[in-house]
């Protein structure tokens, strides 16, 4: 074999082994092409403080491909109020990123299925080793346990007057354009408040619905605003803070 054949053969070699290293590096990953989360909790009472450490989230992952890496959510400074929707934000990880990988797009909640919650929002991250989840949880419900002392003195606490599965109805006086409610049994409220729905209204002398206007009411002051809702727990529209009873706390407007 002359010097330049040899050469020629020694070169390929080189070359040959050079590509060999890199085609041995390329791994085929175990892709997990959906997810399976089961929540665990009562639902949120209005008033409480409850966060992330009152659910269980448990993982319906068979091969055990993934795990929980952290949760977390977002409580109102004041508490939950009746009618929130409280926000679980989880991430998950790969348990092995040497030979795993989430495979499905996440830009939307697809792949994830979770019991007692629904998932709103999801999203890929670290080339595939963790995936996120913003899940909605349960509507905190009215806490029973906190209601008013005096509720059987503001009059009807439901619209269900003329019997199981009775319901009234929202009227508009075409002259006045005011609104009065009519009770399943036809009658209506006068001077006194009436939950409906959940909400709380006060009626006037004439029977319509207070809108836009402060009431005082056994000596403590009361906010109905637009549509005649009770402000709760929140401020008025002139600047007054309410408690969650509905009753201004007696402090200055807020400047």
């Known amino acids: 074999m002359n010097r330049k054949l040899l050469s020629v053969f020694l070169a390929a070699?080189?070359?040959?082994?050079?590509?060999?290293?890199?085609?041995?590096?390329?791994?085929?990953?175990?892709?997990?092409?959906?997810?399976?989360?089961?929540?665990?909790?009562?639902?949120?009472?209005a008033g409480s403080s409850d966060d992330e450490g009152s659910v269980t989230v448990i993982l319906n992952d068979a091969g055990g491909h993934y795990q929980l890496d952290n949760s977390a959510m977002s409580v109102p400074q004041s508490g939950?109020?009746?009618?929130?929707?409280?926000?679980?934000?989880?991430?998950?990880?790969?348990?092995?990123e040497d030979t795993t990988r989430f495979a499905y797009s996440a830009s939307r909640p697809s792949g994830v299925s979770v019991d007692g919650g629904q998932a709103h929002y999801g999203e890929l991250r670290s080339s595939g080793k963790k995936v996120y989840y913003e899940i909605h949880l349960n509507e905190v419900q009215e806490n029973e346990d906190d209601k008013w002392e005096d509720e059987r003195d503001?009059?009807?606490?439901?619209?269900?007057s003329g019997g199981p599965g009775a319901q009234g109805a929202w009227l508009k006086d075409p002259n006045t354009g005011r609104y009065w409610y009519s009770n399943a049994d036809g009658t209506r409220n006068v001077y006194e408040w009436q939950k409906i729905g959940g909400v709380w209204y006060f009626f006037d002398?004439?029977?319509?619905?207070?809108?836009?206007?402060?009431?005082?009411?056994?000596?403590?002051?009361?906010?109905?605003?637009?549509?005649?809702?009770?402000?709760?727990?929140?401020?008025?529209?002139?600047?007054?803070?309410?408690?969650?009873?509905?009753?201004?706390?007696?402090?200055?407007?807020?400047?």
């Open 154 to 160: 503001w009059g009807t606490s439901d619209t269900s």
């Open 80 to 96: 939950w109020t009746a009618g929130d929707v409280p926000n679980l934000r989880l991430t998950l990880v790969v348990t092995n």
């Open 205 to 255: 002398e004439t029977g319509y619905r207070v809108e836009n206007k402060w009431v005082k009411w056994k000596g403590k002051d009361y906010y109905l605003g637009k549509d005649g809702r009770m402000y709760s727990n929140e401020r008025t529209p002139d600047g007054f803070w309410v408690n969650k009873d509905g009753s201004w706390d007696g402090k200055p407007k807020n400047k």
């Open 13 to 45: 070699m080189i070359c040959a082994t050079a590509v060999f290293p890199a085609i041995a590096a390329t791994t085929t990953y175990t892709m997990i092409e959906s997810v399976s989360i089961t929540l665990k909790y009562n639902d949120f009472k």
